[in-house]
């Protein structure tokens, strides 16, 4: 699916193509990235001057989306063997999770106060 350009600069617009492009299966990693700067633009986000701790936020959001899915997909597994399969999966992300929380915990003990 090629991405319209210009981009939209609605948030919603860009939001719900994001969704689109993940689902459509093939992906560009030039189009991709195109698409994130234009998604942090729209946040208000100048994405060649993000901080440390921005970065982070964005870390620790992404994972929480991604394990909101995998709870659904576990929902909407169609028989037990896929539920247990999906269930395996969200086990590992949620040990990424901790480790990404940890990172991210210890990141903000060793950043130094600004001034």
Sequence with gaps: MPLPDPLPADPDELEALYRDYIEQGEFDQQEFDRLMEARLRAWGYDPTKLTA?????????SVNRMMINLYGA?????????????????????????????MIGESDQETPPST
């Excluded at 970065?55 to 959001?61: I, P």
């Design 53 to 61: 701790d921005q970065v982070m936020s964005f870390m620790a959001e």
């Design 74 to 102: 576990i929902e909407s597994a169609p028989d037990g063997e896929s539920t247990e399969q999906v269930q395996a999966i969200v086990k590992q992300a949620e040990e990424l999770r901790t480790q990404i929380f940890k």
